[in-house]
């Protein structure tokens, strides 16, 4: 099992940054594929980057550039770097991790706004 936990969300002005972490615990990640996923009021969850055992990365189209998700497996952590926030990424983000089961944490709130 996979337990994980995240953190650094908060409250930031459009244009600014935050650096989200996701830490596991229970076993070894390395050969998960682990994610970050967002939820707004309203809204389906929705897929915001991911990355691959290998350390591929995919991104959904509106964070392209913008975001950048990596991971540490040694450290058992993965990060979502977001730069440039938009009010429309307010949303509470979610760490993912997907082997033969999905596990998630219990999430952390973003919101940008001014």
């Known amino acids: 099992q996979v337990q994980l936990v995240e953190s650094g969300g908060g409250l930031v002005q459009p244009g600014g940054s935050l650096r989200l972490s996701c830490a596991a615990s229970g076993t070894s990640i390395s050969m998960y594929t682990m994610g970050w996923y967002r939820q707004a009021p309203g809204k389906q969850r929705e897929l915001v980057a991911g990355i691959s055992s290998g350390g591929s990365p995919n991104y959904a189209d509106s964070v392209k550039g913008r975001f950048t998700i990596s991971r540490d497996n040694a450290k058992k952590t993965v990060y979502l770097q977001m730069n440039s926030l938009k009010p429309e990424d307010t949303a509470v983000y979610y760490c993912?991790?997907?082997?033969?089961?999905?596990?998630w944490g219990q999430g952390t709130q973003v919101t940008v706004s001014s």
């Open positions: 993912n991790a997907r082997r033969f089961t999905a596990y």
